[in-house]
């Protein structure tokens, strides 16, 4: 099972798999009870809701025959789907990020082949996503808060990958801070700063944590639960964390230590304070292509486990 977001309600969204590997699609309070399960239908394979948004939508992607990742959905409160189109062209790619206003982000593959990120209203195409870094392979925008701040990952020019935070009037370039990590991605923001995400090592194990921007720390979100490979996906205003790990496990993290104040529902499981601050201006250090002081290998040569970022 993965947990992909959770919203300020407290309702996650996910995935799960049946007896026959097919991937379906659930909602569901904290507490486990009253599941809603839910599919796109049609010729697709498979359904992963990736993100709530706007009176409780809920964004997506549908992994199809024929496409590279999947069709491209929202569904709307009332249960009815709608497939995002580009020129009429169903897109292909992950549409993860959506607010309450319903501005949305996601990438797609364009007809050269190129994966490009976009800036989408409700279940429509309106622009491309213009990230101000040159020289990019690869944009994909994964989140949005109210204030439009998007996060994501972006590949530069020489091929490797790293996460970004883009509003009207600057750009922060993210990468994890270890030797061991030859990627980042940035998955959600909300509007107090805090960034879920993810980045590999070498082995191609996701490591999850959550970003504090005003702070400059990183959080470890391993849950010590004997997994190899965490993801952290949605985080929500309250600043609680949708994570999955290649276990089978998925958990809401709770960043307060006043149990009171985190959700119900579930078995708890106390993380020690693994934090990493970085330099104030860290993410700012970085040239025209958006390349870092760190040396990190082509994206394309690092294997991957779990979902796609």
């Known amino acids: ?16 798999r049946d007896t026959a590997g097919v991937e379906h699609g659930f909602l569901e309070p904290l507490d486990g009870s009253n599941y809603t399960t839910f599919d796109l239908g049609g010729s697709s394979t498979g359904t992963e809701p990736r993100g709530f948004g706007y ?5 997506g992607v549908a992994p199809t025959p024929g496409f590279s990742v999947g069709q ?16 009429g062209t169903p897109l292909d790619g992950v549409l993860s990020g959506l607010n309450g206003l319903g501005a949305g982000v996601g990438d797609y593959y364009d007809a050269t082949g190129t994966r ?11 622009k491309n996503f213009r990230l101000r870094i040159s020289g ?67 082995a191609g ?3 999850a944590f959550v970003l504090h921007l005003r702070s400059s720390s990183f959080i470890d979100l391993n849950p010590n639960d004997g ?17 999955s790990t290649n276990s089978g496990a998925a958990y809401i993290y709770c960043p307060y230590l006043e149990m009171g104040k ?44 779990g979902a796609p970022q």
Request: aromatic share 10%.
């Open 227 to 243: 997994s190899s490979s965490q993801q952290a996906w949605g985080v929500n205003g309250k600043g609680f964390v949708a994570m």
């Open 136 to 202: 990019y392979l690869q944009n994909s925008p994964r989140g949005i808060d109210h204030n439009n701040d998007v996060a994501g990952y972006f590949i530069d020019a020489a091929g490797a990958q790293h996460g970004f935070v883009q509003n009207a009037s600057m750009v922060q370039v993210v990468d994890y801070p270890s030797d061991s990590a030859v990627l980042a991605a940035l998955e959600a923001i909300n509007d107090g700063g805090d960034v879920s995400g993810q980045w590999n090592d070498a």
């Open 55 to 59: 009176h409780g939508s809920i964004v």
């Open 116 to 126: 490009n990120g976009y800036l989408g209203v409700e279940d429509k195409f309106k």
């Open 72 to 87: 491209e959905f929202l569904r709307k409160p009332n249960g009815a789907f709608s497939v995002l189109r580009h020129g």
């Open 262 to 305: 985190c959700p119900a529902g579930g078995a708890a499981r106390h993380l020690p304070d693994r934090r990493i601050r970085v330099a104030n201006g860290t993410f700012f250090r970085y040239d025209a292509r958006g390349r870092t002081d760190r040396h990190l290998p082509a994206a394309s040569t690092i294997m991957r486990s």
């Open 1 to 16: 099972m993965i947990a992909f977001d959770v919203s300020q309600l407290n309702k996650v969204i996910g995935s799960y």
């Open 205 to 207: 194990n996701a490591h």
